[in-house]
């Protein structure tokens, strides 16, 4: 991978065509007065594809009541019906 060094002015001047190289994999230092102050490099893509299953195998157990309708009181406060006890 190579790096590429860019005074500020240049960088405003041409950051298009930078950002079009750092694509292609390479790093761009900007300099302030020949000082470092920032670097363009590529972030790293996600992985693709599917995630394989049981990542998280033993980590949680799914309640015997998930699927069981919610009570009253709590449907009320979804559709703004009741008096939330937490305000």
């Known amino acids: 991978m190579t790096m590429k060094t860019v005074g500020l002015a240049e960088a405003k001047a041409t950051l298009s065509?930078?950002?079009d190289r750092?694509?292609?994999g390479e790093t761009v230092t900007?300099?302030?007065h020949n000082e470092p102050i920032a670097e363009l490099r590529p972030v790293k893509a996600p992985?693709?594809?599917l995630r394989p299953w049981g990542l998280a195998k033993?980590?949680?157990v799914v309640p015997d009541d998930?699927?069981?309708p919610l009570p009253d009181d709590l449907l009320d406060l979804f559709e703004g019906k009741?008096?939330?006890p937490l305000l």
């Open 47 to 49: 992985a693709r594809g």
């Open 30 to 32: 900007i300099t302030r």
């Open 17 to 19: 065509a930078l950002l």
């Open 82 to 84: 009741g008096e939330d």
């Open 66 to 68: 998930f699927n069981d």
């Open 22 to 24: 750092v694509e292609e």
């Open 58 to 60: 033993g980590e949680f």
